[in-house]
């Protein structure tokens, strides 16, 4: 039963007591498996553009610019690094006060590689009157270690991803915001102005907004754009209760029930109030050194090519179909659109009667659309693209993490492990409709997609609950393409020692 304090609680987030309600219930039911029809492949969901095609859609891209659309860079940035560090943490804490794992060796041998090498060696001198070399000389390897992770030395340990010093250059080191804000004026910037928002963690967003406004200035003349950049947080209305393993509400000691961010996919909502015609979408960790994006803005440009193609080709047939002055012939060809481009089959399609054809076909065309680059799979963690079935009875592309995989289904597993590609998150999103009206994004999400994952709090077990991602379950009922991208346009940090990769030195 819910408390008077409880729905105080609630109404002060903005979260209806139902919501509430079909939450508790959801850990009791848990979230069904996907029904899959196998692993997405070249020739069979994948896209692999020829060079001519390259250049054709990178031409197709940039005329497209040229018209003066609304492009916006949309980056997920709200999470604090602390996981980027968990190895140094656990040094810090350790026994013994030399580097003993290899992850700590790696570290302390190649210390001057770091972006963060000067700013922590000055650090360090201010604070202990001996720089890097003098204080690891000494065998006090921990004084170098806190520097960089405590609130009175560098506060890496708790700083966002974006605020962190990634690449060096001549001029000075760079954060993944700032090279954020390099890409955004290399291929997303319509009519002199590039669009870049972030969504920010609250406890960040004053100091992120502060490092922007103190480097934004020096991007737009280099580059010769006038920037908007803009900011969100994850609303409180999407976070989710926390219950006990009996699927009762977890409640804080002063009885306060206890709430969770909702994951990734809290962040549709986000992406439902930027106004635009098209938007990228890419993870704050992914980006390089300014020697490798040539490629990178390349295969941005490519997949942004093959998303305004699709969609000029889909809008002309939705006028068709509104026009009411269509031949059986001409419903065929869209089918085959529908099924062939836009990857989206039926199995019982040749049974519907024209009048029915219409409808479905209209369904289908007229809603968000997305082309995703996907790489070849090397390893690293990552959805991966699969035909799977919709509540509708029709299989279409989707992003699948390992978790809404029924790992019992020995033919399943066998397509997870064979798949030959992920997605890096690597998405341009076309987010209005043919008549340039806006979609409502939530509608689209399909909300038995989410997870159930155990955590704990102060040593008590907790299950917890994410919402459907952001690339996978919330964007569930849009029309998905992949194309395969060179690998090379996915770098990500994960932790500190990604950082020593060739392509981010």
């Known amino acids: 039963m819910l408390t008077e304090k409880d729905l105080k609680q609630l109404a002060a987030k903005g979260i209806p007591a139902e919501k509430l309600e079909q939450q508790l219930n959801e850990f009791k039911t848990g979230f069904p498996f996907l029904k899959l029809e196998g692993p997405a492949a070249i020739g069979n969901g994948i896209l692999a553009p020829t060079a001519d095609e390259v250049k054709k859609y990178v031409k197709v891209w940039n005329d497209y610019k040229a018209e003066g659309k609304k492009i916006v860079k949309f980056v997920p940035a709200?999470?604090?690094?602390?996981?980027?560090?968990?190895?140094?943490?656990?040094?810090?804490?350790?026994?013994?006060?030399?580097?003993?794992?290899?992850?700590?060796?790696?570290?302390?041998?190649?210390?001057?590689?770091?972006?963060?090498?000067?700013?922590?060696?000055?650090?360090?001198?201010?604070?202990?009157?001996?720089?890097?070399?003098?204080?690891?000389?000494?065998?006090?390897?921990?004084?170098?270690?806190?520097?960089?992770?405590?609130?009175?030395?560098?506060?890496?340990?708790?700083?966002?991803?974006?605020?962190?010093?990634?690449?060096?250059?001549?001029?000075?080191?760079?954060?993944p915001m700032e090279e954020h804000l390099v890409e955004g004026a290399l291929y997303a910037a319509s009519a002199g102005e590039a669009n870049v928002h972030f969504t920010v963690s609250h406890e960040h967003m004053g100091f992120?907004?502060?490092?922007?406004?103190?480097?934004?200035?020096?991007?737009?003349?280099?580059?010769?754009?006038?920037?908007?950049?803009?900011?969100?947080?994850?609303?409180?209305?999407?976070?989710?209760?926390?219950?006990?393993?009996?699927?009762?509400?977890?409640?804080?000691?002063?009885?306060?029930?206890?709430?969770?961010?909702?994951?990734?996919?809290?962040?549709?909502?986000?992406l439902n109030e930027i106004s635009a015609d098209v938007i990228f979408v890419k993870n704050i960790d992914n980006v390089v050194p300014d020697r490798l994006k040539p490629e990178t803005v390349e295969w941005k440009q490519v997949i942004a090519g093959v998303l305004v193609t699709l969609q000029k080709k889909a809008f002309e047939y939705l006028e068709l179909l509104d026009s009411g002055k269509y031949t059986h012939e001409q419903l065929v060809e869209i089918a085959r659109f529908v099924k062939r481009e836009l990857c989206c089959v039926k199995a019982d399609l040749k049974e519907l009667e024209d009048a029915e054809l219409v409808i479905y076909l209209r369904k289908k065309l007229n809603r968000p659309m997305r082309v995703a680059g996907v790489v070849?799979?090397?390893?690293?963690?990552?959805?991966?693209?699969?035909?799977?079935?919709?509540?509708?009875g029709t299989y279409s592309l989707q992003i699948l993490e390992s978790s809404q995989i029924d790992k019992n289904n020995e033919t399943y597993m066998k397509y997870f492990t064979e798949g030959t590609h992920f997605n890096p998150v690597d998405l341009v999103c076309a987010v209005k409709d043919y008549k340039g009206n806006a979609f409502n994004l939530p509608d689209y999400v399909d909300r038995?997609?989410?997870?159930?994952?155990?955590?704990?709090?102060?040593?008590?077990?907790?299950?917890a609950l994410e919402l459907p991602g952001l690339w996978n379950g919330a964007m569930s009922d849009w029309n998905t393409v992949f194309v395969e991208v060179p690998l090379g346009t996915f770098n990500p940090v994960k932790t500190v020692n990604d950082l020593l990769r060739e392509q981010h030195q």
């Open 78 to 175: 709200s999470g604090a690094a602390s996981r980027m560090f968990k190895d140094m943490f656990a040094f810090v804490d350790a026994e013994y006060d030399t580097p003993t794992t290899d992850f700590e060796k790696k570290y302390f041998d190649n210390i001057e590689k770091f972006a963060f090498y000067d700013a922590l060696d000055a650090l360090l001198k201010q604070k202990k009157g001996k720089g890097i070399k003098a204080l690891i000389a000494e065998g006090d390897y921990k004084s170098v270690a806190k520097g960089m992770l405590d609130a009175d030395g560098l506060n890496y340990g708790q700083l966002p991803k974006g605020m962190l010093l990634f690449h060096k250059y001549e001029d000075g080191a760079r954060t």
């Open 376 to 392: 070849k799979n090397v390893g690293e963690p990552g959805g991966g693209p699969f035909l799977a079935y919709n509540q509708d």
């Open 208 to 270: 992120f907004k502060q490092k922007v406004a103190e480097k934004a200035a020096g991007y737009e003349k280099k580059f010769g754009v006038k920037y908007d950049i803009t900011f969100s947080e994850q609303k409180p209305s999407t976070d989710t209760v926390a219950a006990n393993p009996d699927n009762t509400p977890f409640r804080n000691s002063d009885g306060s029930l206890l709430f969770r961010p909702g994951g990734h996919g809290a962040l549709i909502e986000n």
């Open 448 to 463: 038995t997609t989410g997870f159930i994952s155990s955590k704990s709090k102060n040593g008590k077990e907790l299950k």
